[in-house]
């Protein structure tokens, strides 16, 4: 932990409704996954909360930028249930639709955490989970048709709270589902002191943050780097939805 | 490289002005970086461009957030230049104003590139690197005092360009940094895809992302979280700038 971290429980919060100083995330860090998925989230969490990345071995793991993560706890070292659980997304998820040791864990640590939540395709995985069934939620846009597979509804916002599920849109989104989730485990106080830290005043350059705003061009060129992705993951999923189902 | 990264020259893009279809990104991956600092624009960038991140070792690096990512080119198996040079801020930047041989190694590799860039504090490094002298700059909020050590002027801008320089505010100022970067180099209609493809859309459930929002009493807790790595810093950061100016 670092100075910065190791400073915040100077700042008078207090216990959060949990009755811990720090409450724990278990963000999940599977191979393939979206960096800025989960480092986006962490950056805001971190602090006021204690972070703890799971993976199956402390081996590192490489993101789909090509930058290489190191898990810090192993499924097998995870305490019964953390505070919050965080499932971030990216195209190695392909791999997870299938792969029962994961989803078996995700949902024994979602029926016990306080608060469920995903950013990104994150919301298939808490999905093939059988962690939506019921439920509305975000994800990423091109990603939205897929929920109903598993029986959520998906909801075009850039964040969504239903019960004790906050689901985030695509990437970008985690920075204001974890400020959301501040605001919901601490209040405001705690939210906007983190969002000055971060210097969160956002101003984009260019204006094609949403499809709508994009235009049908940027949309198409968006969607033809996306196709593989959505082609890695699709078998996997319809067989997992399969199972779902049955 | 992931399977979106290879599309991405199949976008039609074309090679950018320097004549390479992906341009080189050489990012500082020092101990104790922010990681989103670097995270931010990373995910932005590659594709597009092909990041490399540099540092003495390949060993993993702990950042700030207790996340370790794992350094992908050693300062000695670099190239003689990058295209653009990039550093990430972070407490860990303590070390670095005293270590000659990164900031000998800025120092060369920023002579070459065709942009010197950082995001928050890095602009601080690359100041003590001698690559900021007579330049305007941004930095974070909190730092803006110091950039004068080094001969830079301070800009309360989120992304200042002068001449070859980009250089962006705190921390999540770095994706506003890496569009712009995209716009310079090829043009708005990749930034924009590049901004849909991360649901770029920001909606801050809170609104104090600068000192003027957040007021008097977030900005001072804001100050106290930040005021023992500013403490880390300083001494260093005087020596340094004691040898720059003598």
Redesign the interface.
Known sequence: ????????P??GMGPDRTGRPQPRVGMLAFP?L???DL??P??VL??PMR?H?LWKTTD?VES???????P?MRFDDAPDRFDILFVPGG?GQAELFGDAETLDFLARQGAGADWVTSV?TGSLILGAAGLLDGYRAAT??AARDLLPLFGAEPVAE??VIDRNRITG?????G??FA??LL?HVFG??V???T?????????????????G??GP???M??L??????AE?SMAALQARADRFEG
Chains 1, 2 share one sequence.
């Open positions: 932990m670092t100075d910065a971290a190791r400073r915040w100077l700042m393939g979206t960096l800025i480092v986006g962490q950056a971190n602090g972070t990345l590192p789909d930028s090509g930058i290489s993560i190191t810090t195209p990104c990423h846009w850039r964040v849109g695509g990437v970008t989104a920075i204001d400020l959301t605001v405001e106080a939210a906007r002191t969002q000055l830290l971060m210097e969160y005043d956002p101003a984009p350059p260019v204006h094609a943050g949403n499809v705003a994009a061009e940027i949309a060129a968006a033809a780097v996306l196709g593989p992705v890695m």
